[in-house]
């Protein structure tokens, strides 16, 4: 998939664990766990919104376009 999500990265630069992330957006651990390994195929926006609201991030640093080699 040529998206690349970066939420683990973020997460550790700000000293933030999972468990705090999930309780705030209200999601499981394990679809955080899944979001972070780029293992789901889409995202609400309201949880793109309250990721990056905990976090004081822009969509930008979590999610990542990649262009793949092919033309």
Known sequence: MPIKVSLAVVLARRNVKSKELAE???ITEANLSLLKQGKVKGIRFDTLDAICRYLECQPGDIL???RSSRS
């Open 24 to 26: 705030y957006i209200g």
């Open 64 to 66: 990542e376009f990649e």
